[in-house]
């Protein structure tokens, strides 16, 4: 049994991630909140096509999806920090509990586009850590044989955000093979992939919720926020 918005996945074969599954309990029974990103603006661009692929196969497994749009980006601190384009990027960050990274391979390496998404949103914005703790998928496109350079790379970058990211992963060799002309995904073993890192990334997404807090609690950062506390104490005292 198929459905029309993913023809390619096998209902009966379709296992819905729950915390009951999971063996946790929530207070939380929001949607899983993903945010996608893409590594190139061509008018027919894999990644992006890849990345809309995915969110239909998220939304099927329960999540709430948004796609950020790189068109219109400017380069990292070419313009002010309250540009609406770095402003919509940074908000969706904060809101994602996880995230899907989905980049071209290009001189063997990511995209400058993608990377200049990243590049915009910094470790810490005041108080609020807008990417440690979440979860991340990485998934790359290849116009050629299969590589796994930029999916290695986005989870060393994935690792310097401080997010999660999970064990599984996609690479789409000779990517222009595998979409028909509507843009969708033609099924196949690559196609069966992405189902399986977006069933995964969802379920660790519902696994750190209402966790992710504590495993990033951090001494070292324990250790500074209390010697600041005696300071203050200490000049209110003088």
């Given at each position: 049994?198929?459905?029309?918005?993913?023809?390619?996945?096998?209902?009966?074969?379709?296992?819905?991630?729950?915390?009951?599954?999971?063996?946790?309990?929530?207070?939380?029974?929001?949607?899983?909140?993903?945010?996608?990103?893409?590594?190139?603006?061509r008018e027919r661009s894999y990644s992006r096509l890849?990345?809309?692929?995915?969110?239909?196969?998220?939304?099927?497994?329960?999540?709430?999806?948004?796609?950020?749009?790189?068109?219109?980006?400017?380069?990292?601190?070419?313009?002010?920090?309250?540009?609406?384009?770095?402003?919509?990027?940074?908000?969706?960050?904060?809101?994602?509990?996880?995230?899907?990274?989905?980049?071209?391979?290009?001189?063997?390496?990511?995209?400058?586009?993608?990377?200049?998404?990243?590049?915009?949103?910094?470790?810490?914005?005041?108080?609020?850590?807008?990417?440690?703790?979440?979860?991340?998928?990485?998934?790359?496109?290849?116009?050629?044989?299969?590589?796994?350079?930029?999916?290695?790379?986005?989870?060393?970058?994935?690792?310097?955000?401080?997010?999660?990211?999970?064990?599984?992963?996609?690479?789409?060799?000779?990517?222009?093979?595998?979409?028909?002309?509507?843009?969708?995904?033609?099924?196949?073993?690559?196609?069966?992939?992405?189902?399986?890192?977006m069933e995964e990334l969802v379920k660790f997404t519902?696994?750190?919720?209402?966790?992710?807090?504590?495993?990033?609690?951090?001494?070292?950062?324990?250790?500074?926020?209390?010697?600041?506390?005696?300071?203050?104490?200490?000049?209110?005292?003088?």
């Open positions: 049994m198929y459905d029309d918005q993913v023809p390619n996945l096998d209902a009966e074969l379709f296992d819905l991630p729950t915390p009951d599954k999971l063996g946790i309990e929530l207070t939380a029974t929001h949607k899983p909140r993903i945010l996608l990103l893409y590594g190139s603006t890849l990345t809309e692929e995915a969110a239909r196969l998220l939304q099927r497994f329960g999540a709430e999806t948004r796609i950020f749009d790189p068109r219109g980006l400017p380069l990292p601190d070419d313009v002010p920090d309250s540009h609406p384009k770095v402003r919509e990027l940074r908000e969706l960050m904060q809101w994602s509990e996880g995230q899907v990274w989905c980049s071209p391979e290009r001189h063997g390496s990511m995209t400058a586009v993608f990377k200049a998404q990243i590049d915009w949103v910094p470790l810490a914005m005041g108080a609020i850590r807008p990417t440690q703790g979440k979860t991340l998928a990485v998934m790359q496109v290849c116009g050629g044989s299969q590589s796994f350079n930029v999916v290695n790379q986005l989870r060393v970058l994935g690792r310097w955000m401080r997010m999660f990211t999970i064990p599984n992963q996609s690479s789409v060799p000779k990517a222009w093979l595998e979409f028909d002309e509507a843009g969708r995904m033609k099924p196949s073993p690559f196609y069966d992939r992405v189902v399986d890192v519902l696994l750190l919720r209402e966790r992710s807090d504590y495993l990033v609690d951090r001494y070292s950062e324990r250790k500074e926020s209390a010697e600041k506390l005696s300071a203050r104490v200490s000049q209110r005292a003088i």
